[in-house]
């Protein structure tokens, strides 16, 4: 039996999704210690499930689509770039949501039940919506510049777009990092 690592996630417009792609560019261009997410990547994680046994995908994907039929599709703007685990030790770069970030902790609230349900994500970790533009590789550091770019992008505004989907993912890392791959795209229809 094979397992498959497992989350679920909302993705901003193509055209948002380009406005965090060139802030992104623009911090990679500065400070080549990071580890860079792709364009096809960034994306805001709503859950991390963790390890599903590829047998039951199925049955867990009918299970996350039961619980979606409370959502109804919601405006989401990105805003504001900020790092973990704060501005003056960079680990993870992000890009913060600004409208529609209660919705998705709600959601994050009502998936994170089903999913303990079924055994998975047993951790109490706050929520914080989110796209992760780039992380501290091992061994790299971060510099002056960087730093003073990210100063200035703290209120940075890459746009908004209506969130009419969600979609749960297998992650599978090789030596070009991890690529996602939908399981299944539940559609918002309230």
């Given at each position: 039996?094979?397992?498959?690592?497992?989350?679920?996630s909302?993705?901003?417009?193509?055209?948002?999704?380009?406005?965090?792609?060139?802030?992104s560019?623009?911090?990679?261009?500065?400070?080549?210690?990071?580890?860079?997410?792709?364009?096809?990547?960034?994306?805001?994680?709503?859950?991390?499930v963790?390890?599903?046994?590829?047998?039951?995908?199925?049955e867990?994907?009918?299970?996350?689509?039961k619980?979606?039929?409370?959502?109804?599709?919601?405006?989401?703007?990105?805003?504001?770039?900020d790092?973990?685990?704060?501005?003056?030790?960079?680990?993870?770069?992000?890009?913060?949501?600004?409208?529609?970030?209660?919705?998705?902790?709600?959601?994050?609230r009502?998936?994170?039940?089903?999913?303990?349900?079924?055994?998975?994500n047993?951790?109490?970790?706050?929520?914080?919506?989110?796209?992760?533009l780039?992380?501290?590789?091992?061994?790299?550091?971060?510099?002056?510049?960087?730093?003073?770019?990210l100063?200035?992008?703290?209120?940075?505004?890459?746009?908004?777009?209506?969130?009419?989907k969600?979609?749960?993912?297998?992650?599978?890392?090789?030596?070009?990092?991890?690529?996602?791959?939908?399981?299944?795209?539940?559609?918002l229809?309230?």
């Amino acid at each position: 039996m094979a397992k498959i690592k497992t989350f679920i996630s909302v993705s901003a417009s193509q055209r948002v999704t380009n406005n965090i792609a060139r802030v992104s560019d623009r911090l990679a261009a500065i400070c080549d210690g990071y580890n860079w997410v792709p364009p096809e990547n960034l994306l805001v994680t709503v859950n991390f499930v963790g390890e599903v046994l590829d047998r039951e995908a199925a049955e867990f994907c009918q299970h996350i689509k039961k619980a979606t039929t409370q959502f109804s599709p919601f405006e989401l703007s990105f805003c504001g770039v900020d790092c973990f685990p704060d501005a003056e030790r960079p680990r993870t770069i992000w890009m913060g949501v600004d409208e529609g970030s209660e919705q998705l902790m709600n959601m994050n609230r009502e998936l994170t039940k089903v999913i303990q349900d079924w055994g998975f994500n047993k951790e109490k970790n706050a929520f914080l919506p989110h796209v992760t533009l780039g992380k501290l590789r091992r061994g790299g550091t971060w510099n002056d510049t960087l730093l003073e770019k990210l100063h200035r992008l703290r209120k940075h505004d890459s746009g908004f777009c209506t969130v009419d989907k969600i979609v749960i993912n297998s992650s599978h890392l090789d030596r070009g990092g991890p690529t996602y791959t939908p399981m299944a795209t539940l559609r918002l229809d309230n």
